[in-house]
């Protein structure tokens, strides 16, 4: 399991949908990069330059959507991930 | 539906209005993209380095005005909305 | 009407005087950019990361000199307005 | 007259005198440009984010010298000014 | 021994385990640089701008999974280790 | 007289020794640029943003050691001079 | 002698090894260049915005490792010292 630092969020990235025209499987490109995820794990919270721990706004099992260009992929355990900083997530799928 | 994080605000842009010229479509060029639309959803503020939570300006419904140039492009649900955070708004249309 | 957020200013730009030589209109160029207008509206002021609103130095009506860089095109009602962050303003025409 | 907003300092930039060899006056070059001048105008000072006002240093009438690279060039009235940030101001001339 | 400064902690980075084709060792590639490591040493912790001494959250012997454009190599006793600030550490393995 | 604004120091510098090889002048070149000059002036000290005033370390009469791509030269009373935020030395000559 | 100002660290650098093969003493390249050496000045601290000195951590005398890219090379009393600001050092060899 990984367990995220600070006001780090992980994400399963959700599979893209195959685009098939006539049973064809049509190529992806960069405008259907996936940009929506399921949280499977998240830090404690962004520590302030108090000292102060930042509750987190989601949580484990949120859908969320991010902006394509943010975070770092991680392969771990054969699954790929994204690591995020929460301020990257755009919105919660409610 | 789309709950924005922070002070995030999620906006329905407003459709273009086709220029015709004799019944003919012209195409939009850059000059031309929308910079106006509808708050569909708020975020519940920016958290501020000292863990308070600003309280947010604009409101759903509220027509705005903001730089073409901000945001991100998000497709939902079929739709495209934009989703800025609030200082990239310029005005409220009253 | 347009209700700029926080600390910006909409100007409505002094039109550029037409440069004529014998009674033939000039082309303007850049260096002849207005930088002077009157000012429309005015937020509320700038919100600090502690919550407190400063208070505006601007005011409606009046005549400010701006950078030729600075702030944001908007075309509202069929007018061109400009939209700045008070801190873009130089000095107020007394 | 021009009343410059928060920190910034109108100064009246001093002719460079002509360089002349023989009668014939030269042409100023980059590395003659004037980067001293007097102080016409002072701002309240910068507002901090905690909203006190800072006291300006310098005052009307004082001489100064500026990086030639500082500041913006406002001309006003049919004279040239440069609106700087006292920050810019590297020398009060006593 | 080396003592890491402030917030930084080193890192003995994982050997890449070698890709072998009918037992011909391949070439690593920039794709496979290794971003997981055992933590053999941690600072005191970031110190404030207040002075105030803020405690690390990874310790001696943490797996971690890091960025791979972080930190700075740093050959020490015939050994590659990897100096990084805590923050570019993206999760622990638990 | 140059009176340095906040946290500037006004250096006079060291003139560099000429290179002679046989009684020959040897043009200098960037590597011999002096980084070693005599402090003739120091601001009041850096203002903060709460208003505070941070004293100065130089003082008149320093020989300091800078960066010789810090500050800006200064042409005053036909005398060169250089004028650096106090940040920008590196150290004084004991 | 040189006295650093503020929180920098002044570092006597660990003469490289010369490689030698045969005999023949190879060219140093970039990725050999040392990054080992040892205080020989340490700064009163950082003042913080606050007014407030931030004590030092490393000393006199111990031997650091900093990297390659940080820093300014000063030439003094013929020797070659690097100017660092303790931030910038890695760690300290135990």
């Known amino acids: 399991m990984l367990q995220p630092i600070g006001d780090r969020v992980i994400v399963k990235v959700k ?4 685009e098939t025209v ?3 499987v049509l190529a992806s490109n960069a405008k259907q990069k996936p940009t929506e995820g399921e949280v499977v794990a998240v830090g404690n ?4 330059s108090e ?8 949580k484990e099992g949120d859908r969320v959507v991010y902006d394509k260009y943010s975070g770092t992929n991680v392969k771990y355990d054969g699954e790929e991930y994204l690591v995020l900083h929460e301020k990257d ?4 799928v409610k």
């Open 22 to 24: 006539g049973g064809i």
């Open 89 to 92: 997530i755009l919105a919660i």
């Open 45 to 48: 919270g962004l520590v302030t």
């Open 15 to 18: 599979k893209e949908e195959e």
């Open 51 to 58: 000292g102060k721990v930042l509750p987190m706004t989601v």
